[in-house]
């Protein structure tokens, strides 16, 4: 499932292709994904419209439209468990995962979703309820502090989007390990001095994870957004996770076998060696 550098990446790389491009036609093609509205309300939302700015809010693609009255300004794409993107210059042949089709003044953007997990539509109510941006300049170690006032896990408290937006279970299994914090440990039991080192290891492997991803996108082999006429997938099977999904195998840091339990009916990744 695509996480906060996955989509972060991806509003860098489409953000020169489609921002001050006029949107030419929205073409809906499974209702679903556009709760709560059905297409028949949506498709006129997104016709005639000019992209002021693209950008990401927690895992959401934010679309903002240039004011028109009696019209929404935005349009949130989330990619769900399944979801991908694809632009072409030609018009595109259609595929049976086909979400939505938006026709631009110089191409066309297809969303893709075979599960019908993701959420394409012009209701943006649900960003009010996010807490902030772990990469945002107003998210200090002061503001990551206050996730310690619940008795909850930690790794559970990361993933709490109120709390902090976008932090998924990839990589709050990756950063509570470059922490050295155990996922398990009550959030009201982190020391002060831990606080700032959190802080850090967010920020750390979250932009290293958005430099990655951006180096796929460009190479045409990321699951979650490819070019026509690229692969789409990724080029090897290498993972460049440290704990997650490395149950029983050895931490690059101390050598002690990684170890695995469900948080939340997720799973979540830890080394008993070094992480506290």
Request: hydrophobic share 35%.
């Amino acid at each position: 499932m695509p996480e906060l550098p996955e989509i972060e990446a991806l509003v860098r790389r489409l953000r020169p292709h489609l921002e001050g491009h006029r949107l030419v036609s929205t073409r809906v093609l499974h209702p679903r994904p556009c709760r709560p509205s059905a297409p028949s309300d949506l498709e006129p939302l997104l016709r005639d419209r000019r992209l002021l700015g693209l950008h990401r809010r927690a895992k959401y693609l934010v679309f903002n439209w240039e004011p028109k009255p009696a019209l929404p300004t935005t349009l949130l794409v989330h990619l769900g468990m399944t979801g991908s993107l694809v632009f072409s210059e030609a018009i595109p042949v259609g595929g049976t995962h086909d979400v939505a089709l938006m026709e631009w003044d110089h191409g066309h953007l297809t969303f893709q979703d075979p599960r019908r997990f993701g959420l394409f539509t012009c209701e943006d109510a649900v960003l009010a309820r996010l807490g902030p941006e772990p990469l945002s300049t107003d998210f200090t170690p002061g503001n990551l502090a206050r996730l310690g006032t619940s008795r909850q896990p930690i790794k559970v408290r990361l993933m709490d989007p109120t709390q902090v937006a976008g932090i998924g279970n990839i990589y709050a299994s990756e950063l509570l390990h470059r922490a050295g914090i155990s996922p398990r440990r009550r959030s009201d039991r982190i020391r002060d001095a831990e606080w700032p080192v959190l802080h850090d290891a967010i920020r750390q492997v979250l932009e290293e994870a958005i430099a990655r991803n951006l180096r796929a996108y460009e190479a045409g082999i990321s699951p979650y957004y490819h070019e026509a006429g690229t692969r789409g997938s990724w080029a090897d099977d290498a993972s460049p996770f440290l704990v997650y999904d490395r149950e029983k195998e050895p931490c690059a840091r101390c050598g002690s076998a990684i170890r695995r339990c469900e948080q939340g009916g997720r799973s979540t990744y830890w080394c008993p060696g070094c992480q506290r």
